[in-house]
């Protein structure tokens, strides 16, 4: 076959190889494979392949600051714990649900005589506050979980798997 007349052929090869890398995505953004609350500095840091993907500050439980002991102490916990569900429909915009308690606060609940509480998330802010901007410096409000705003929640959604571990720290 003579060169001019694979033209059109390579022609439409290169083509379908351009229209197919513009359907790939732009860029391959990792997900967290690990997540650090650390409440003494109200930050939360995603990370990936031991590397910062983002940092974002966070409002807590609107107790004292201890590490949560009970239901109904709006304490934030302290811990190991892990990702293990999401709510797209929540009473605060988005959640991910932390696998509080863990065996060590159901022993610490039990030795109280206490019920350790549970359903502690990562959430967006309640319906009619998006008026909030990140960093913005509001007292703790929430019952014990870790808030951001909307726009945050969304990046945190599509960033963090179930099954991530978090851990939270003083």
């Known amino acids: ?63 004292s600051g201890k590490a949560k002991q009970q239901q109904g102490d709006n304490e934030t916990p302290e811990g190991l714990y892990t990702i293990i569900g999401r709510n797209a429909h929540s009473a605060a915009y988005r959640s991910l649900h932390i696998s509080y308690p863990n065996a060590a606060d159901r022993e610490r609940a039990r030795k109280l005589g206490v019920d350790p509480g549970g359903d502690i998330m990562i959430h967006g802010l309640p319906t009619g506050n998006d008026w909030i901007k990140p960093d913005q410096q509001l007292p703790d409000w929430t019952y014990g979980c870790i808030a951001l705003t909307d726009a945050e929640m969304d990046e945190v959604w599509n960033l963090v798997p179930n099954g991530t571990p978090i851990e939270i720290r003083h």
Do not use: C, E
Not at 2 to 29: C, E, Y
Not at 49 to 60: A, E, F, M, R, S
């Open 1 to 63: 076959m003579h060169r001019n007349a694979l033209r059109p052929f390579v022609a439409i090869a290169a083509f379908f190889v351009l229209t197919l890398h513009a359907q790939q995505s732009p860029t391959n953004t990792p997900t967290a494979d690990r997540i650090l609350v650390i409440k003494s500095t109200h930050t939360m840091t995603l990370y990936a392949d031991g590397k910062v993907l983002k940092v974002y500050h966070v409002w807590l439980g609107r107790g």
